[in-house]
């Protein structure tokens, strides 16, 4: 086997940065897995999954997308707007799944149709707004959950179309007294209604009384932001931003229609009303997405406050699905003059919940698995990321190597396209062709995906690739996980790679201010003082609703090239790691408890562990048993090595 001795120097060169004397010698392998596997340690895995670290230098752009992202075809048209015009062309068609979607655009062109959304946009604007500013009674905290939830009685008697049996139905819920009712055997759906005027109104009946097994979700976050409402409001109407910085919630997008965008060229995006649809999806691919077809609008409310909101189209169009349905949801963005902006988000939808796996299903009912904390999170989340990729400082290594700038920002967007590419494979989206295999003698299911991918296609390695992940329920608070998970000390407890080995953080940049565990890491896995077998790129981020740990191994030279400053796109990475929620059955938030929200402190966790690698025996058809016995071992020795850890207090 070729080896070069290098030393972390190497990695920086003396152009873009400066070492002490006492440099380590580094000791690059051509294959580390297939190696480590021939000296016969937990499993032979270079021969049956033929594991290998790329050296190749071809990538794709932090500016372009994921590989999730890359199979999210209608969200990366130069034109965002499909009109019907457009229709026969092949190239267009193809960008469409579904004949729901067609029809969605054909409709969307009806001369009536236009006249309906544009109606029930603004409406939805009108009702966004003032359950944004309202408080108590419509508004309750939950202060176990640090949430704002809806009362859905004042909510129907304010913004619903209460007839008189609705209103007899209200007074009863609030009373307490029971009274006679009018027969409620017809007219017991939620249908829209269109008076002469055209004005929309939603008739709203309560859900008890619906044959739709809908899950009402209502939730309200207010805060304070370090940008600028214009770019923010960007953010949320540019398509390809709005996918990538809440790659960890929405799995696809596609604008189907753009009805009115008076200045959108220049940047304008006032009154700007665009039909779209889209899967939003929770970090694991046993939980399914979320699927609309909605209307965003924007509109500038006041000289200093913007408006954003979404509403489903299910109630105007009957063909696409009724499994999930947007009520007026989205934020008012309010710049404070002093670089900040105040956001309140508010989400309010009803979903059906029957297909919710169990173990997920407190947290999902709960409300907590979409809330609004959840993207206001991710905002705050990316905000910092982005603070922390225009900083101007350097980086020193643990041997006192200097990071220049450059390096810096190379090595993050190159972190910020593992996570990206990480939570669009764990996604439960329709273009995730997820197979579920199940082995005797095992407590779990394993999902399995097969990738295939070309020479020439950046950023990703060529040939068969397979993801494989499972999901465990773990009585271990959310925030103990993380930390367990993201630290090097603990590393050779539960990755088969590093058994026997010495890991060291060789260099981090933190990348938040909210925790320290929010942070991209250099990892050095080696078997022998001074030489280095595996490297690692790590990003750990915890929030108030959930935390990943996500890695990817990167080849020696290749990770000089980003640290000197290079293209960051040249670099193939196959991003594997852990994302943990917490699961729902507790109240996991504590007064006492003021780091990262209260977050974690208490509860147990639903830990999504997912493994991305190479399989050359395997195709797109087919995976062999000889495969599959391989995977399954793989995720059996992981998890029962992090349960028995963890569980028994060995952390």
Known sequence: MART????????????????DHGLEVEHIENPMEASARRGESMDLGGQLGLELHRDQQGESILQYNEADARRVQSHQPSPAVDNMNLLDSKTCNNFHRASDLLMVVSANAEIYKIKISELAVHSMEELSQMARKGEPLWFVDTNRNTENLNEVEYMREFGHLNATMMDITRMVEVGELKALPNLDCNINSEPTINESHEYRQTVYPKELGSEPLHYEASRRICYIRMKPLYFVELLMDLEKWSSVFSNIVSSAMILKVMSSPGAVQGNYDGTLQVMTAEFHVPSPFIPTRESYFARYCKQLTYDTWGVVDVSLENLFQHPSVKFRRRPSGCLIRDMQNGLSEVIWVEHVEADNTLVPDIFRPLVTSGLAFSANRWIATVVRQSERFEALMAPRNTVTADDVIIRQAGRSSLLKLSDRMMRSFCGDISACSLNRWRTLSASGADYNLKVIARSSSVDEPGK???????FATTLELPVPPMH???????????????????????????YINNGDQNPGNRVSIMEVSAAPDKVEILYLQESCTDATGSYVVYAPIDASAMSTVLNGGNPDNVRILPSGFAILPD????????????????????????????????????????????????????????MTIKCCLISNNI
């Open 5 to 20: 001795k290098r030393t972390m120097g190497d990695f920086v060169n003396s152009g873009e940065g400066s070492k002490t």
């Open 461 to 467: 390695p060529p040939g068969t690739t397979l993801v």
């Open 481 to 507: 996980l993380f930390n367990f998970l993201r630290d090097e000390n603990s590393r050779t407890k539960w990755d088969i790679l590093s058994h026997g080995r010495a890991i060291r953080e060789q260099a």
């Open 584 to 639: 729902g059955l507790t109240d996991h938030v504590h007064a006492e408890d003021t780091s990262n929200g209260g977050y974690g402190s208490a509860g147990g966790s639903l830990l999504t562990i997912a493994f991305h690698i190479i399989d050359s025996a395997s195709t797109l058809d087919n995976i062999p048993p000889e495969s599959v016995d391989a995977i399954f071992k793989i995720m059996t020795d992981t998890a």
